[in-house]
């Protein structure tokens, strides 16, 4: 059964660091992994798709890497601002999840941004 | 704006009362998702349509019924509910093949 966990679940930085926050799962057999961003009580905003062919997506300040044979993504953020605070969502689509397009997510990263 | 809306945005009822949730993409997708989040929890995969048609039902108890009348619409029918259903309850669309998920910005459900 497919698990994604993410760590720290929590993070405080001031601003203007670059920080990197960790995405881990247990079944490398996956179509592709999805970053989410989400505001206190808000839906989910989608940041980066990254397909299991390719190891990185780059938007603006954001860096997401991709390592399946590992069970491993990484979100990089560069140098973050107060703005950037929300909990951020990563998601696999397992293979075996047909075309149903399910995602797994994990339990997310609370990002505090310090001005 | 992501193109998926959904109404209301917020939601008291009693176990008792019948409600709806509704959700529209504005997007052309053919999939669409219902989600439940609850406190401290990963969001969990309620339904999933494809076409019109369900395609997963995740072990969700009957008191929660999904329509999907056509690609752009997704109803979640709500009865006798129980106050730990009382959670955000999210809609997302994608497009068939590979590509990504769309939020809506949820329906906050409290049962009383």
């Known amino acids: 059964k497919q698990e994604v966990t993410q760590i720290p679940a929590a993070l405080s930085v001031p601003e203007g660091e670059n920080l990197v926050l960790n995405c881990s799962f247990t079944?490398?057999?996956?179509?592709?992994l999805q970053w989410f961003r989400q505001d206190p009580g808000k839906g989910l905003t989608s940041l980066l798709l990254?397909?299991?062919?390719?190891r990185e997506q780059t938007s603006g300040r954001l860096n997401a890497s991709l390592d399946k044979s590992s069970g491993r993504s990484t979100l990089y953020i560069a140098a973050s601002q107060p703005g950037d605070s929300a909990t951020y969502l990563c998601a696999v689509r397992p293979v075996g999840s047909g075309n149903t397009g399910k995602l797994i997510f994990g339990q997310g990263t609370t990002l505090q941004v310090k001005p | 704006e992501t193109g998926v809306t959904q109404t209301p945005r917020h939601l008291v009822m009693g176990m008792t009362n019948k409600k709806s949730l509704k959700c529209e993409q504005h997007?052309?997708?053919?999939?669409m998702y219902w989600y439940k989040q609850s406190a401290k929890k990963p969001l969990e995969l309620m339904f999933v349509?494809?076409?019109?048609?369900?395609?997963e039902n995740n072990s969700v108890p009957s008191r929660f019924s999904p329509e999907c009348p056509n690609s752009s619409h997704l109803f979640l029918h709500l009865h006798t509910l129980q106050p730990e259903d009382s959670a955000l309850y999210l809609c997302a669309s994608r497009e068939q093949r590979d590509g990504e998920q769309f939020f809506g910005p949820g329906t906050r459900l409290t049962v009383l």
């Open positions: 349509y494809n076409f019109k048609e369900q395609t």
């Open positions: 079944d490398s057999a996956i179509y592709n």
């Open positions: 997007l052309g997708h053919n999939a």
């Open positions: 990254i397909q299991s062919s390719q």
